[in-house]
């Protein structure tokens, strides 16, 4: 299995908030979780990725048969997981391009692969700008900062891309974005979709489903996964909201 | 030894001892280290110091061998080594370097800065055993570089500069203090800008832990003049800046920055001050400090806006990096304002380094280290990257990858 979690429990300052968790995703596959506000949606995200606020209470996780609690934040992103930030932080004076180009080495160097160069990745850097229609001035800029909800987003599918995530987590990337936006960004997501690599997508909202196919949609509450199923479960939210499920 | 058994023991050797004014003003002090001693409590630009040191020292000089010398290798381009806070004479029809001389007294022995209760400034006064006067004349502009060498352990410099931009003049002044011996300089810049003159002062100070740097600067601007100082404090031992600037007639600016970086159990007091007496002047107070390990640090910035003084800009900003539980930073912005028609602020921010960003960066990769490293220089990015003078840069840069060297 590429991604097993099994029994998950996490809680944090004192409130539980994933409760006995179960989900498996196999590689190239698409899977969409659903749920309503404070479902524990993004604690799920943050937790994959490895955010240290969190208690885990019991359970396990693998991921490419490792345990992911082994592996630290940089160590899980060297291994291929992205976490797209439902609010990406904004960090001045940190220039994309160094940064992005020492990410992409990190995780080379992790693979034992030889670094790229900076000519190189600055040509790779430009068509997967240009792919996603992004100026190529907002390369010159800090990390994130006065950037519009949707240059965010925008430029944390860029990060994807350069990236080339074999498991990637997308969390509530839809929010904030108007239907070209949207369109650019899902564009952006379908592209790098292929048989190797699978896709986590967190959202609220059905909208998001029709750009990008999930092949397994969940719907989560009160910290359980408590119905899976095909795509036709997004459009019964969209009908009915979360209410039943609950 | 305590200052009055050091002063009785060494006045001959000090500068102006003949004079009966100076020597008049010098017991007056001497009284008020023997009234007021160092008093910690109310005054809270000694905190955090070793008093001791500063009190009972033996007081030590010796006038160097070789004097400094001069070089204009560059049109328009000075180097200066100043040797134990002495500087050799040098004239040309664009500046004017003068030692100080005995006779000089008019010009060394008064205190000129706005603050009269500073004890490092009287004891500067009373102990005062070396120093220069720089001219630089109407209209010329020029780039002088000055380092700072003191010969042997155990000195105690007690130096005055007296800085004169005449009008229409620009100066590029660079002062290095890397001194890598246990001595200890107290130093005391006096500079005036002229009419339509601009002075843009760096100070890199990078001396050795045994070496306490304490270095007050008071300019004086005149119409349409600029004063830019920019500090950037890498020293493993204790540094004291107090700078202060008054801005004596309309249209001048005074630009007070610095950037320090603590380690181990290092201090360091920082203190700018804004005095507005003209219409339409503006002045910029901003310290930035990085602080790991168990240092500590101050900064205090006061702008003081006179009645007259209509039309004033004046900005106060702190911003403090603690990369240890055990660093602390203690910042205070005042505000004093006499006029109605002024844009003055203060801020101050002081804290941990942002686990939001770092959790982002190591999201993506980069190991914990790599990624405190690159907010630490985001940090002060701005202050790095409007450094003009290339050499310069490439300074700063060698000594910030070198304190980053050693975070954790």
């Keep these: ?246 | 030894m305590n200052i009055q058994n050091n002063y009785q023991k060494n006045k001959k050797n000090i500068f102006f001892s003949n004079n009966k004014d100076v020597q008049n003003h010098r017991e007056k002090l001497l009284n008020i280290f023997e009234n007021d001693r160092f008093d910690k409590k109310n005054n809270e630009s000694l905190k955090n110091i070793n008093l001791k040191n500063f009190i009972d020292f033996d007081y030590k000089y010796l006038i160097p061998e070789e004097i400094s010398v001069i070089n204009n290798n560059q049109e328009n381009s000075y180097s200066i080594v100043s040797v134990n806070g002495q500087c050799s004479t040098f004239k040309d029809d664009k500046i004017e370097i003068t030692k100080i001389l005995d006779e000089d007294y008019n010009d060394f022995s008064k205190n000129d800065t706005i603050e009269n209760n500073d004890h490092f400034v009287n004891l500067n006064s009373l102990f005062l055993n070396s120093g220069f006067k720089i001219v630089i004349k109407k209209n010329n502009n020029i780039k002088i570089k000055i380092s700072n060498i003191i010969t042997d352990d155990d000195l105690t410099i007690f130096q005055k500069n007296n800085y004169i931009c005449e009008e229409g003049s620009s100066l590029n002044l660079i002062e290095e203090y890397e001194n890598k011996n246990n001595s200890s300089s107290n130093i005391l810049n006096v500079i005036k800008l002229e009419k339509n003159s601009q002075l843009n002062h760096f100070l890199i100070q990078d001396n050795s832990p045994n070496h306490n740097l304490i270095i007050t600067s008071h300019s004086s601007c005149k119409k349409d003049s600029t004063y830019t100082q920019k500090v950037y404090n890498f020293s493993e031992g204790y540094v004291r800046n107090f700078h202060y600037s008054e801005l004596i007639e309309a249209n001048s600016e005074a630009d007070l920055q610095g950037i320090f970086f603590l380690k181990d159990n290092n201090t360091s007091n920082n203190k700018t001050f804004v005095k507005h007496l003209a219409e339409d002047c503006k002045s910029n107070q901003i310290y930035k400090g990085i602080l790991n390990d168990s240092s500590k640090a101050t900064y205090f910035s006061n702008t003081h806006v006179d009645q007259v003084a209509q039309k004033t800009e004046g900005y106060q900003l702190s911003k403090g990096i603690l990369l240890s539980d055990n660093a602390s930073y203690f910042s205070k912005p005042e505000l004093k304002i006499y006029a109605d028609d002024v844009k003055c602020s203060h801020g101050s921010t002081i804290g941990p380094i942002d686990e939001n960003a770092i959790f982002y960066l190591r999201s993506r990769g980069m190991s914990k280290i790599a990624a405190t490293k690159i907010l630490i220089s985001s940090f002060i990015n701005e202050e790095l990257s409007s450094i003009d003078d290339e050499q310069m840069a490439e300074i700063i840069q060698k000594k910030l990858v070198r304190y980053l060297s050693k975070v954790k």
């Design chain 1, 1 to 246: 299995m590429f991604l097993e979690i099994k029994d998950l429990s996490v809680k944090i300052e004192n409130k539980n908030i994933l409760k006995n968790l179960n989900l498996s995703i196999n590689q190239g596959e698409v899977h969409a979780i659903m749920g309503p506000n404070g479902s524990g949606k993004s604690t799920l995200a943050n937790v994959l990725a490895g955010k240290e606020d969190y208690e885990i209470l019991n359970g396990r996780i693998n991921f490419k048969d490792n345990d992911l609690f082994d592996l630290n934040i940089e160590e899980r992103a060297q291994e291929g997981m992205f976490l797209a930030f439902q609010y990406p932080v904004e960090i001045p004076g940190v220039n994309i391009t160094p940064f992005l180009h020492s990410a992409i080495n990190s995780k080379r160097k992790r693979m034992n692969e030889d670094e790229i160069d900076n000519l190189s990745f600055a040509k790779l850097l430009k068509s997967k700008a240009s792919d996603l229609g992004i100026n190529i001035d907002m390369l010159k800029r800090s990390v994130n900062t006065g950037f519009s909800g949707g240059e965010k987003k925008r430029y944390e599918i860029l990060q994807m891309s350069i990236l080339n995530p074999e498991l990637a987590i997308l969390d509530e990337t839809d929010s904030g974005l108007d239907i070209d936006a949207l369109k650019i960004v899902t564009d952006g997501v379908n592209k790098l979709k292929t048989k190797d690599n699978s896709f986590l997508i967190i959202t609220h909202y059905q909208k998001l489903l029709d750009y990008i196919k999930p092949d397994y949609v969940h719907v989560m509450v009160n910290g359980s996964i408590v119905k899976s199923g095909g795509s036709e479960i997004a459009a019964e939210i969209e009908k009915d909201g979360f209410q039943k499920f609950q």
